[in-house]
């Protein structure tokens, strides 16, 4: 059964960084796309883009292009989710998620646990 | 992008009574590459069904998922209290993944 644990919540100033990191353990890491979604609070999800370790190209959903940085390292089974210039409007709970099927963006059957990055001065 | 619009946006049912959630997608999805998902307070969202129709792994049978092109709908046939909670509905035909905007379940 694939788990994927994310890393701990975060509290940032406006116009620094975060990232996030989500580890995938008991099933096969580098097939499968990780997708990272986000929801602000009260609010519906959104795709913020993912990618297939194995390929390792990233996909990013056009609002977040040039802001977000998505990556994964295959020898530890973990993704990254890199958001840069934070405004308030990105206090949120970032999901990251794995596809269904090996190689293809799809629909998610794994979430993992969430990690709550707030955004204020 | 593929807009999606679920409705209603919030549904007030009682136990034991049938719920009808819609989305209705601004293009026709692919392959009726669509999924429904479950989410609870705190929690992560919990795949229900995917290609429109099939339930995932360990969900009850009242749940099921109907539609193609253009719109869709998931049906909780008998309500239980552990069902209420907000539903969410995404196409995965077309880049980019979206999302329909939720619609809550609430205990009437």
């Known amino acids: 059964q694939v788990q994927l644990v994310q890393s701990g919540a975060e509290v940032k100033k406006p116009g620094s960084s975060v990232k996030i990191s989500c580890k995938a353990s008991g099933g096969t890491f580098s097939r499968y796309a990780i997708s990272w979604v986000r929801q602000a609070p009260g609010q519906g999800l959104e795709w913020m883009g993912g990618i297939i370790p194995t390929f390792g190209t990233p996909k990013y959903a056009q609002k977040f292009q040039g802001r977000v940085t998505i990556s994964a390292d295959e020898s530890s089974s973990t993704a990254y989710m890199e958001l840069n210039s934070l405004r308030s409007d990105d206090t949120a709970v970032y999901y990251c998620a794995r596809e269904a099927a090996p190689l293809i963006y799809y629909y998610m059957d794994v979430w993992g646990t969430g990690t709550t990055v707030t955004v204020s001065s | 992008e593929i807009v999606l619009t679920q409705s209603p946006g919030t549904l007030s049912l009682s136990p034991g009574e049938r719920a009808t959630l819609s989305c209705r997608a601004s293009?026709?999805?692919?392959?009726?590459?669509l999924a429904w998902y479950q989410q609870k307070p705190g929690q992560a969202p919990r795949l229900l069904i995917y290609v429109a129709s099939v339930r995932a792994t360990g969900i009850p049978d009242r749940f099921s998922g109907s539609g193609s092109g253009t719109d869709f709908t998931l049906t909780i046939s008998r309500l239980e209290p552990e069902d209420f909670a907000l539903y969410f509905c995404q196409q995965y035909g077309s880049s980019p993944i979206t999302f329909g905007q939720g619609t809550k379940l609430e205990i009437k």
């Open positions: 293009q026709s999805v692919s392959t009726s590459s």
